[in-house]
């Protein structure tokens, strides 16, 4: 089962770009790697989906390098309400639907 | 819009009870999730299905049943509910194996 391993918080000031790096050493070749943001009393939302180099829509991007270890979810001109908890997840299999999310990254944004 | 909806935003019931949670998603997905989030601990999965009449265990079944006799809607069942079940129960739905999830606002429950 593929564990994710992020920071547990990161600060930011308005108009940055932010990037969290989450590292997952066991994905193989066609795993998903998969961000959701979660703000308090709701359930998480879909930021976005990659398996391999760049993955870009209207709210984010997400890196995966070559050797698929790690991935960045990057954040262009953050606001205060971007301020959230960001989990990373990481799909061992398609198909295989015993998914773990890690604790999250606590993204705070500062004004 | 996808839309996953659960019976109760809050619950309270006592040690012993039987708590019935119920979520429903309206657009026609086959695979549905249930999860426990708890501060320091994140999201755990309880159950998921990918079909109607059947189930997985997640991480931490234990104390936990589930049922799902039609597509839409997925419940989550403590037989015998104790106070660290105390927790927010997520339900989610997705469209496809290995697809994002849609998530419901969740369900506070509190044991007391």
């Known amino acids: 089962l593929a564990k994710t391993t992020q920071p547990i918080s990161m600060d930011s000031y308005e108009g940055q770009e932010v990037n969290i790096t989450c590292s997952h050493n066991?994905?193989?070749?066609?795993?998903?790697i998969t961000w959701y943001q979660q703000f308090p009393s709701q359930g998480p939302r879909f930021i976005i989906q990659?398996?391999?180099t760049k993955v870009t829509n209207e709210v984010a991007s997400l890196f995966i390098p070559a050797d698929r270890k790690s991935s960045t979810l990057s954040l262009p001109r953050v606001s205060l309400s971007d301020t959230a908890v960001y989990y990373c997840?990481?799909?061992?299999?398609?198909?295989?639907?015993?998914?773990?999310f890690g604790t999250g990254t606590r993204l705070t944004i500062i004004p | 819009d996808v839309k996953v909806t659960q019976s109760s935003r809050y619950l309270v019931k006592r040690t012993g009870e039987k708590v019935f949670l119920e979520c429903v998603q309206d657009?026609?997905?086959?695979?549905m999730f249930w999860y426990r989030q708890d501060p320091g601990l994140g999201l755990r999965l309880i159950y998921f299905?990918?079909?109607?009449?059947?189930?997985e265990k997640g991480d931490i079944p234990e104390g936990y049943s589930v049922s799902r006799e039609k597509k839409e809607r997925f419940s989550l069942i403590l037989e015998s509910a104790s106070t660290n079940q105390t927790s927010m129960y997520l339900c989610?739905?997705?469209?496809?194996?290995?697809?994002?999830?849609?998530f419901g606002p969740g369900t506070r429950l509190t044991v007391t």
């Open positions: 989610a739905s997705s469209p496809l194996q290995g697809r994002e999830q849609y």
């Open positions: 066991n994905i193989a070749t066609n795993d998903y």
């Open positions: 990659g398996y391999k």
């Open positions: 997840l990481a799909q061992l299999n398609f198909g295989n639907e015993k998914l773990t």
């Open positions: 657009m026609d997905h086959e695979n």
């Open positions: 299905s990918y079909d109607v009449k059947m189930k």
